[in-house]
């Protein structure tokens, strides 16, 4: 079983920047590993994926440009760079992790195995 937790929300103005970090214990396979969201009174959604055995972040076309995933292997973490930063991104961020290489189904949330309990980014 594999645990998430996230980290590094928090309230910031528009135009700021915000770091979320995800630690992730207990896996030694690749996994896919993504950034979801959920906004206020939305469904959650897809944000950005990175297949931990290698290749390019995958990106939800609203945060291309402006947001930016990646990993460290070594320290098992997560990491989504937030920059310019709009209101309507406030939302709680969730990370999760899905066994084996996701590639164009990478935001559809039911690929994913485990979760995090989320962190609140609000932009004003």
């Known amino acids: 079983h594999v645990q998430l937790v996230e980290s590094g929300g928090g309230s910031v103005q528009a135009g700021e920047s915000l770091r979320l970090s995800c630690v992730a214990s207990?896996?030694?396979?690749?996994?896919?590993m993504g950034w979801f969201r959920r906004l206020p009174g939305q469904e959650r959604e897809g944000v950005a994926s990175?297949?931990?055995?290698?290749?390019?972040?995958y990106y939800a076309n609203s945060v291309k440009g402006r947001f930016t995933i990646s990993q460290d292997s070594a320290k098992n973490t997560l990491y989504l760079q937030m920059n310019a930063l709009k209101p309507e991104d406030t939302a709680m961020y969730y990370c999760?992790?899905?066994?084996?290489?996701?590639?164009?189904?990478?935001?559809?949330?039911?690929?994913?195995?485990?979760w995090g309990q989320g962190t609140q980014v609000t932009v004003s």
């Open positions: 207990r896996y030694t396979l690749p996994m896919n």
């Open positions: 999760a992790a899905a066994r084996g290489l996701c590639g164009g189904t990478w935001n559809n949330q039911r690929r994913y195995d485990y």
């Open positions: 990175i297949y931990t055995g290698g290749g390019d972040g």
